[in-house]
């Protein structure tokens, strides 16, 4: 299993949006769970949404109604749509399973400053 690739990060002011990608060299159905975690400087990782292969979808609290995960299962493409962004969402996102037992890609970096 390869790692993912993610990608779709970027810098935007606050209250803009971005939407990450993250390509997976294996069908997402064959996950019980995929997940988008995120790690800011100095913090640990975090995991800020999450989508089971029956796709029922949870958020962090800190996120919830403001970012959607979704996934497009021809493509193998897990999806992050981020609306509203803060400051606090500046952080390095990556993609995996969950509980993660993928290799870890590079992630993507967003910024979000004025």
């Known amino acids: 299993q390869e790692h993912p690739v993610e990608s779709g990060g970027g810098l935007v002011q606050p209250g803009g949006s971005l939407r990450l990608s993250c390509a997976v060299s294996?069908?997402?159905?064959?996950?019980?769970?995929m997940a988008w975690y995120r790690q800011a400087p100095g913090k640990q990782r975090e995991i800020v949404a999450r989508?089971?292969?029956?796709?029922?979808?949870t958020y962090a609290a800190s996120v919830r109604g403001r970012f959607r995960i979704s996934r497009d299962d021809d493509k193998n493409i897990l999806y992050l749509q981020m609306d509203s962004l803060k400051q606090e969402d500046t952080a390095v996102y990556f993609c995996?399973?969950?509980?993660?037992?993928?290799?870890w890609g590079q992630g993507t970096q967003v910024t979000v400053s004025s």
């Open positions: 995996n399973d969950d509980p993660p037992t993928i290799s």
């Open positions: 989508m089971t292969n029956r796709r029922w979808a």
């Open positions: 294996t069908s997402v159905k064959n996950f019980l769970a």
